[in-house]
Nanobody, 121 residues
């Protein structure tokens, strides 16, 4: 069964760190671009970070630049989001998406179930 599973969420104090994992089953992540999105209560889902299939290209939202790092370990079929210096406004459910493109056209994507990140003192 094709599946994306996020893990690593939790509760942390401001200034703390978490590492989120996005692991794939029954398909290979290396052929997909992977993105991290988040959705806070009462807000729309927003893109946080992304990485190309090759790993050469990355994207970060302005709000997380310099604090979050996305990287992939293809031997583990997993993409990670290292989150440092967390702020209360980072509190949200974090989702990963694996997307397959043909050129610039999205062919299909998979989504995980989400993992809760709470930053609070």
């Amino acid at each position: 069964q094709v599946q994306l599973v996020e893990s690593g969420g939790g509760m942390v104090q401001p200034g703390g760190s978490l590492r989120l994992s996005c692991s794939a089953s029954e398909f290979t992540l290396v052929t997909h671009g992977v993105g991290w999105f988040r959705q806070a209560p009462g807000k729309e889902r927003e893109g946080v970070s992304g990485i190309s299939g090759s790993g050469e290209n990355t994207y970060y939202a302005d709000s997380v630049k310099g604090r979050f790092t996305i990287y992939r370990d293809d031997s583990k079929n997993t993409v990670y989001l290292q989150m440092n210096n967390l702020k209360p406004e980072d509190t949200a459910v974090y989702y990963c998406q694996a997307a397959y493109y043909n050129g610039d056209t999205l062919q299909y994507d998979y989504w995980g179930q989400g993992t809760q990140v709470t930053v609070s003192s």
